[in-house]
């Protein structure tokens, strides 16, 4: 792109029929442009539709380009791409946003903003314009989970209106192809360190006839799955934590005799479980770090200075030493076991006394097990592939005349 193609804005429209209202929103974004006296441009990324929209936006006044991969994140990706603009505003094409009040955004975004996110709940929502399941539960719920999962300040995750730097997202690589490409926006540009702020916007009641592309359920949970697969700490370590906790603290009141509290009686059957639950939540605590070397080895999460710290932690040797350790001590406990086995003659014992033993040796047992397994696949993960290593010799190994490579696929 020359020098001579850019502009300051790009307003970008995906678009998918969006016939009865793509003409009132490209001219609604050219009077923006006008009256604020921009040098910008107006953009459709038409994702397939066969009601006409494209040659109405292009009456309209906008600049239209085919994007072949079906899906939200695959239109907003292309237009972003396309864009001359060194600011770009997303927004729906289906006239629930006002594209003539974008004040706001190219205000932020011209301070410094990287990411500009419009709230829906600050700016006013209009009647039947959200649905209820919406409005009070899907919105909500996940922008909380958001803000938890990565304290991200912001209380409208899924607001359609939105502006960006286009040069920062370039780099960011955004891949989601779905709805949940907005999600994918927020989430990646926190964890590079970009700049996010939030401006009050409105939501109108669209102005289409048939029912929306966004499916609640499946969407919803494309929003939720990218969270969660973003985030192994809550996905995974701290279940874990919670469970193991819970697990051993069952089995610490009722090592020693059986647990009575009010008429309920608490015996080696709930002993086995909590046993359970201590193996359940430490594998689930050893996925996180599983999942987490493998997202930060990806490119999928920062290598950050803390996490490396951590990570050394659970080397190899350490795991190993204390895999080693727990299999020694359950052993030992299942010698005391046939010890006292032994005592009555190799005859039949109280379940209620022997079990205290068994199960505690058969969990430190498996659990030992665990950490030596996970140990290696950790360590697995963590080696460098030979393509990536800047060291690596550029030449093949035991052949008597090595040289570079030229083109060679296999050895």
């Not at 009010?262 to 046993?275: E, I, N, P, S």
Request: hydrophobic residues 45%.
């Amino acid at each position: 792109m020359t020098a001579v193609d850019t502009c300051e804005l790009t307003i970008l429209m995906p678009c998918l029929d969006e016939a009865e209202t793509i003409e009132t929103c490209v001219r609604k974004a050219r009077e923006f442009l006008e009256r604020a006296g921009l040098r910008g441009e107006v953009l459709v990324a038409d994702n397939g539709s066969r009601d006409g929209s494209q040659s109405l936006a292009a009456a309209a006044g906008a600049r239209v380009i085919a994007v072949p991969i079906r899906g939200y994140g695959a239109a907003i990706t292309a237009g972003i791409e396309s864009a001359r603009g060194i600011y770009v505003i997303v927004g729906d094409a289906d006239d629930s946003y006002d594209f003539s009040r974008l004040d706001p955004f190219l205000s932020a975004l011209r301070e410094g903003s990287d990411l500009v996110i419009g709230n829906r709940f600050q700016g006013g929502i209009a009647r039947a314009a959200m649905p209820a399941l919406h409005r009070y539960l899907g919105n909500p719920v996940l922008s909380f989970m958001g803000r938890l999962f990565f304290s991200i300040p912001i209380g409208d995750f899924h607001c359609g209106l939105r502006g960006l730097r286009r040069e920062a997202f370039i780099a960011l690589g955004l891949s989601a192809t779905g709805m949940e490409f907005a999600s994918e926006m927020i989430v990646k540009a926190k964890l590079a360190k970009l700049r996010i702020s939030e401006v009050p916007t409105t939501l109108s009641r669209d102005g289409r006839s048939r029912a929306p592309h966004l499916r609640t359920w499946r969407d919803g949970w494309r929003h939720l799955r990218f969270l969660l697969l973003h985030s192994p700490d809550w996905l995974f370590f701290y279940p874990g934590v919670g469970i193991a906790g819970l697990g051993l603290l069952l089995m610490v009141l009722l090592l020693n005799g059986p647990l009575k509290v009010g008429m309920v009686r608490f015996d080696v059957h709930t002993l086995l479980y909590g046993m359970a639950a201590v193996q359940i939540g430490v594998q689930l605590v050893f996925f996180s770090i599983v999942a987490r070397r493998y997202a930060m080895s990806s490119g999928m999460l920062p290598d950050t200075a803390s996490q490396s710290r951590v990570l050394r932690w659970f080397s190899l040797e350490h795991c190993l030493l204390a895999g080693a350790a727990l299999f020694i001590i359950g052993v030992a406990l299942g010698a005391a076991a046939v010890h006292e086995w032994s005592q009555v003659g190799l005859q039949e014992l109280d379940p209620s006394r022997t079990m205290r033993l068994v199960i505690p040796s058969v969990g430190m047992i498996i659990l030992g097990g665990q950490l030596i397994v996970n140990a290696f696949l950790m360590a697995l993960i963590a080696v460098e592939p030979r393509s990536q290593r800047t060291d690596a010799p550029a030449t093949v190994p035991g052949d008597l005349h090595s040289g570079p490579l030229h083109g060679r696929s296999e050895l």
